[in-house]
């Protein structure tokens, strides 16, 4: 099973700020089959990226996706107010398995 | 509207047995597979079973391997997940999603929540 360990755990930044998150995996992931999710409270997953660098339908330009192997990073390059959310990257080899998440807060 | 509606969550004594449904709108659901993935409270999210378009191919996560079993019926746009021998630690939120491009779940139900409990 390819383990997916996240960091920063928790991201304090003011709107308008860069975030950058990290997903490193145990062993090397596929590119085509690293995504990423944002997840509000009460709420279910939104694909956000796929294929480590795709953007989904819908998704704003400042949500970029990059990384190769075993490190991937999500960016957003200026915070929104509703950016502020858990961010759980995935990959689909044999079997998926998702990271434990990043909380983006308010600073 | 692509949709996914999942039912059946509740409460279970430890032992005992649920089944999930999702029903499916919106898209052409006999062309996806599909995934049920959960999440404890207050935890991360756990993949728990996925299951080909034409339930050629079933996997499952090695937690529930041998207690679940996912199903589909591509004629009534659902997707079912039966849970036996149920423990504490199935407590969760279960959702339904769709395998996207290139392996991703690009389409979540709202969840349904099962909870384990004597």
Avoid: H
Avoid at chain 2, 41 to 54: A, C, F, R, T
């Amino acid at each position: 099973e390819i383990v997916l360990t996240q960091s920063p755990g928790t991201l304090s930044l003011s709107p308008g700020e860069r975030a950058t998150l990290s997903c490193r995996a145990s062993q090397s992931v596929s590119s085509s089959y690293l995504a990423w999710y944002q997840q509000k409270p009460g709420q279910a997953p939104r694909l956000l990226i796929y294929g480590a660098s795709s953007r989904a339908t819908g998704i704003p330009d400042r949500f970029s996706g990059s990384g190769s192997g075993t490190d991937f990073t999500l960016t957003i390059s200026r915070l929104e107010p509703e950016d502020f959310a858990v961010y759980y990257c995935q990959q689909y080899g044999s079997s998926p398995t998702f990271g434990q998440g990043t909380k983006v807060e308010i600073k | 509207e692509v949709q996914l509606v999942e039912s059946g969550g509740g409460l279970v004594k430890p032992g005992g047995s649920l089944r999930l449904s999702c029903a499916a709108s919106g898209f052409t659901f006999s062309s996806y597979s599909m995934n049920w993935v959960r999440q404890a409270p207050g935890k991360g999210l756990e993949w728990v079973s996925s299951i080909s378009s034409s339930s050629s191919y079933i996997y499952y996560a090695d937690s529930v391997k041998g207690r679940f079993t996912i199903s589909r019926d591509n004629a009534k746009n659902s997707l079912y997940l039966q849970m036996n021998s149920l423990r504490a630690e199935d407590t969760a939120v279960y959702y339904c999603a769709r395998r996207g491009s290139l392996g991703s779940m690009d389409v979540w139900g709202q969840g349904t929540t099962v909870t384990v409990s004597s």
